[in-house]
T-cell receptor
């Protein structure tokens, strides 16, 4: 069965510093996709970054990068130059790249950026 | 380009009642998925609709049902509400059922069952 594990319930980071949010996954599939979403208190899930299992390069989107280590089955999110607006819940998710359509989410990490 | 709109934003229902939640897809998107997010947890997949047909379902009982309309908007219906149904219900739309990414989520409906 597929599973996403986020072991950090809460994290603090100083404004302008970088922070890494951990995500490990469990799957026997060869083809899958990994996502990170941000969820502010408003509730909306905001897409941040995507990594395909066959992508050789780590994904980057602005201040977000994904440290993909396939052998370790980890997909950590790195946020550089943290901003106060980055304070939110962050979810790692996985999707099989076949006829299964669902996203499987982890339990999330609450990030608080200190001024 | 409009995003995903969900209504209502908040709802309080009594145990045993029925509820209907609504979702308007992002313009051009033909696939809608529904997720349940209990407090302090990640979202759980309920089901997905593609071109008005259910084509994927999570581990939820039949009292959770849905519809997708020709304009690709969608409804989630929950019968015989239970206290554990209290959660944030998220709708996500996408273009095509097999896209690996490109899901757009709404802000959700927060349902409280008392």
């Amino acid at each position: 069965a597929q599973k996403i594990t986020q072991t950090q319930p809460g994290m603090f980071v100083q404004e302008k510093e970088a922070v890494t949010l951990d995500c490990t996954y469990d799957t026997s599939d060869q083809s899958y996709g990994l996502f990170w979403y941000k969820q502010p208190s408003s509730g909306e899930m905001i897409f941040l970054i995507y990594q395909g299992s066959y992508d050789e390069q780590n994904a980057t989107e602005g201040r977000y990068s994904l440290n993909f280590q396939k052998a370790r089955k980890s997909a950590n999110l790195v946020i550089s130059a943290s901003q106060l607006g980055d304070s939110a819940m962050y979810f790692c998710a996985m999707r099989r790249m076949d006829s299964s359509y669902k996203l499987i989410f982890g339990s999330g990490t609450r990030l608080l950026v200190r001024p | 380009e409009t995003g995903v709109t969900q209504s209502p934003t908040h709802l309080i229902k009594t145990r045993g009642q029925q509820v209907t939640l609504r979702c308007s897809s992002q313009s051009g998107h033909n696939t809608v998925s529904w997720y349940q997010q209990a407090l302090g947890q990640g979202p759980q997949f309920i089901f997905q609709y593609y071109r008005e047909e259910e084509n994927g379902r999570g581990n939820f009982p039949p009292r959770f049902s849905g519809l997708q309309f020709p304009n690709y908007s969608s409804e989630l219906n929950v019968n015989a509400l239970e206290l554990d149904d209290s959660a944030l219900y998220l709708c996500a739309s996408s273009l095509g059922r097999d896209r690996g990414y490109g899901y757009t989520f709404g802000s959700g409906t927060r349902l409280t069952v008392v």
